[in-house]
Structures are given as C-alpha cells and as structure tokens.
C-alpha cells in the first residue's frame, strides 16, 4: 500500500520504518528540515535499539522516503497522523496544535477513499472533530483513529508486533476497518488482537492505558513511603503481591518513578479533559498519582543528604542516568535529570553520566557537569546516584568501582543493584522504600 505519515518524531518515524518493513511504500514528512535530512541519509534522529539497522535496510529497499513537501502524500491511500501532543505552557490540557496543523495541511491532498489514521494521544472527542472537518472539505477521504501503545526501547518490536490493535470508526465504516486491516495484515495473522470501536473509546483506550501504568507505579511508591516509615522492604512486597496472577510482578518496580514523554503528560491532560466533560472527580485520583510520582524525587535529594551528613553543599556526587528510562536518550519529563538538577540547586558538585542520553541533557542543561563515564562520574565522589537502571550500571563490579570513589556510598534510585554483593564489598547501601 502507498502510506504517508505525517510527523517524524518518535513514533513517526519507528512507524514509518515499520510500515516500509512491512512490505508498503511509505513517505515521511515533517516541517522540520535538519531532521528530514538525517531521515533522508537514514540517519535516526534519536537513539532506539533496533532502529538504526531497519531504517537503513528500508531505505534501501527504495520504499522509505523523507520529505517537506506535503504534496508528496499525494497518491497515498492511507496518511498516518503522528505529531505530537504535548502538555500546554502553563496548563494540564493538551496542546492539539500540531495535530489540526497536520490534518489542516493533509486536506488539499487527500482523495475519495483515502483514509486518514490518527495515532497522535489526543484528549477524548478530538476526532470528532477533525473527521467533520474532513468530511466538510468534501474529498471523501475518511478518518480512523489507532492509538499507539509503543514503549521507548522496544518501539520497533511494539510496531511490528503489537499487543492489540485498536480501531476507532466512524459507525459502519466497513472500508476503514477494511483498509487498517490490509495495512496490519501481517499482526493480525500472526494473531494480534484487533478491537473496533468509535472514536471516543478508541482515544479513551490510549490514555487509560497509560494511567493504569502510572497508577500501578505510583502504587507501589506509594508502598515504598509506607516501607521507609517500618523498616518494610518494597522490593519484596512487590515480588510477593506480584505473584497474584489479579495484580502482576509487571511495572511495579518502586523508585523514582516515572517520567519521559506520555505517562505524566498524559495524566495531566486526562484530567484536564475530565474537567472539561464535568467528570474531574472521576479522576481526581490521578493528581494523587502525580503527586506521589514527584515526591520520590524529593526522596531521593533527601536521602543524599542524609548519606553525606545532613548538607550537600559543597559535596560530590556521581549521577549515573540521565534517561527517563534505559535503552533511551530521551531526557523528557526524566526523574534522574530532575535530581541532578535539584541536587546541582542544594549546592552538591554534581558530575552526570548517561550511555546515550548526555548529549539530549546538555542541550536543555548546557551547564551540568557531564562526563563519558561511570567511572568519570565516580572519581572522588562523596555518593554515587543510580538514577536510570541501564545494564552497564546493572553490572557494575562494586569491587572495582569502589575503588574510584572518594566515599564507597550508593544510593540505588531503581532498586536494580544486588544490597548484599553492594555491601559485602564495602559499600554503604541505600534504596527507596528499603531499609
Ligand atoms: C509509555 C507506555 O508504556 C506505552 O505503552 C505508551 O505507548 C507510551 O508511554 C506512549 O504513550 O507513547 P514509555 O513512555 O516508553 O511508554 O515508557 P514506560 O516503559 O511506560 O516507562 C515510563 C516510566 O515509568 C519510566 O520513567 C520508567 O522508568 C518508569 N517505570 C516503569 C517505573 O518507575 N517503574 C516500573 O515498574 C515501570
């Protein structure tokens, strides 16, 4: 099938990589024209394991191609909408302005048949909206929405092989359902699950997802304050309630939280969209969630205080993690670059490391001290703080790497380090919601 999709951020791009993968001819566009130049030597604009190795191989298929120029959709049956919609300054709403830009800029080139596929999050009764501003141009093109549930470091494998598929469609609308299908054929043979419903269950799908997610995070850090004032071990009551099949050992990893480009966008726009429909005591629960999200990262900066004597001004401190989340160079909304900066803000001498994500810190925080390494980061330092739970950090010798440092105390911000060999070899130990 000949695709478009509009928008080349994170999800644009895994998806138009995908869908090239996938056998169908697929045209990339974008406003911003430094990014459609990588895009066009096949160079990703981010770090994403996997994606490097399929957009040169869908390159060369001459199947891929990156342009400005919307007209180039023209032709295309099927025109994804993949922008972003983030938080609004000053607001919890969503903003949509990129998303009535795309579909504004699509309208002159769209065809009787084609069919328009949202996959932007967008707040419950969007498209609505934009499917009457479609049908009003008259080109008899149709809408569909199909939200996205790809996580960051595994975004390929999530796109080619998805969960569910989820089609919001206009009632009756045979043709959609027909052509997601053709698009999807291989997913959907190999079993994916596919729900077809209207629009607003479709858009609700995609945000509800993403609360529970952060709901059940939350949960267990909410268990972690309570474990803190007993003496209680989180990590082991995770492992215990996670054993009932009902409740699940999945995302209830107690630490610092969540972060990075959806789950605390989205929770906000969710209840900002409830207030909206006059249902925000449905949701109140979420700033709760929130709340209890941003208060591991306070934790957190106490409990560095704690270890290096009550002051961290003037005091070393090693940062390992800059990412929201390992296998990502994506620094949005991320816990571990939120401590560094509250730590640089009590005074400590902080020196930060990431394996991908040091040079998305430094272009919003230039002047964070950033090194190349761990054992960079460690050299002399007070504390040591495991902020992102990448596998290089996962594995470190603490043998060997206590020797680097000034003061052998850690302070294990993802509960991902083994306590016992940590000790045993000399260290000081702490943990969120362990004693
Ligand atoms: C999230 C959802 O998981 C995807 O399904 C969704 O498609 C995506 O948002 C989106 O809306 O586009 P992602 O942001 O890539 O994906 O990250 P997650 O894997 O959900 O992790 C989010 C945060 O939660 C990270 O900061 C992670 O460190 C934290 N987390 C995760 C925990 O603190 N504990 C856990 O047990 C799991």
Redesign the pocket.
């Known amino acids: 099938m000949k695709i478009s999709v509009i928008g080349c951020g994170y ?1 644009g791009v895994v998806h138009a990589a995908c869908m090239t993968e996938l056998g169908h001819e697929v045209i990339g566009i974008d406003v911003d024209s430094d990014r459609i130049a990588l895009l066009a030597a096949g160079t990703p604009p981010f770090f994403e394991p996997g994606l490097a190795e399929l957009l040169s191989r869908s390159m060369q298929t001459g199947r891929l191609r990156f342009s400005t120029d919307i007209s180039e959709v023209s032709g295309s049956e099927v025109h994804f909408v993949a922008v972003g919609t983030p938080q609004l300054a000053g607001s919890d709403a969503a903003d949509l302005r990129f998303v009535r830009a795309a579909v504004d800029s699509l309208l002159p080139q769209l065809a009787a048949g084609d069919l328009v596929v949202g996959k932007s ?1 967008v707040p419950v009764g969007t498209a609505r909206g934009l499917a009457d501003v479609i049908t009003a141009h008259g080109s008899g093109a149709t809408l569909a929405w199909n939200p ?6 595994f975004a390929v494998k999530d796109t080619l092989a998805p969960d569910r598929l989820v089609y919001g469609l206009d009632p009756g609308d045979g043709r959609g359902e027909g052509t997601l299908d053709a698009v999807y054929a291989r997913a959907l043979a190999g079993g994916t699950p596919k729900v077809v419903t209207d629009f607003a269950t479709a858009e609700l799908v ?1 945000v509800a ?2 609360a529970f ?1 952060a709901t059940k ?1 939350s949960f ?1 850090n909410a268990m972690a304050e309570v474990a803190e004032a007993t003496g209680a071990d989180v990590t082991q009551l995770a492992d215990a309630i996670g054993y009932d099949a009902r409740i699940g050992r ?4 107690a ?9 605390p966008k ?1 929770i906000r726009g969710f209840m900002a969209r409830a207030k909206e429909l006059g249902v925000d005591q449905a949701l109140t629960f979420l700033g709760e969630v929130d709340q209890i999200n941003n208060r591991r990262r306070e934790r957190m900066v106490d409990l560095a205080k704690e270890v290096v004597g009550g002051s961290l001004a003037g005091k070393r401190i090693a940062v390992l993690g800059l990412a ?2 390992p296998d ?1 160079d994506d620094v949005r909304d991320s ?1 571990a670059l939120d401590v560094t900066l509250r730590l640089i803000e009590s005074g400590a001498t902080v020196r930060a490391t990431d394996p991908q994500a040091v040079e998305t810190a430094r272009r919003r925080f230039p002047d964070v001290d950033y090194v190349a390494s761990a054992a960079d980061a460690a050299e002399g330092a007070d504390a040591v703080l495991l902020l992102t739970e990448w596998r290089e950090y996962r594995d470190l010798d603490p043998a060997a790497f206590g020797e680097v440092v000034g003061t052998t105390a850690i302070l294990d911000g993802r509960n991902c380090l083994d306590p016992v060999a940590w000790r045993s070899a000399g260290w000081s130990y702490r943990a969120l919601g362990r004693p």
């Not at 996205?148 to 470091?153: I, K, P, Q, V």
């Not at 999945?250 to 990893?253: D, H, K, P, Q």
Request: aromatic share 12%.
């Open positions: 999800l999050t996205e549930f790809l996580r960051e470091g995609k997802a993403n997610l995070i267990i999945r995302f209830l990893n630490g610092l939280g969540f972060g990075g480009g959806c789950l989205d929201f989340k990502s816990p």
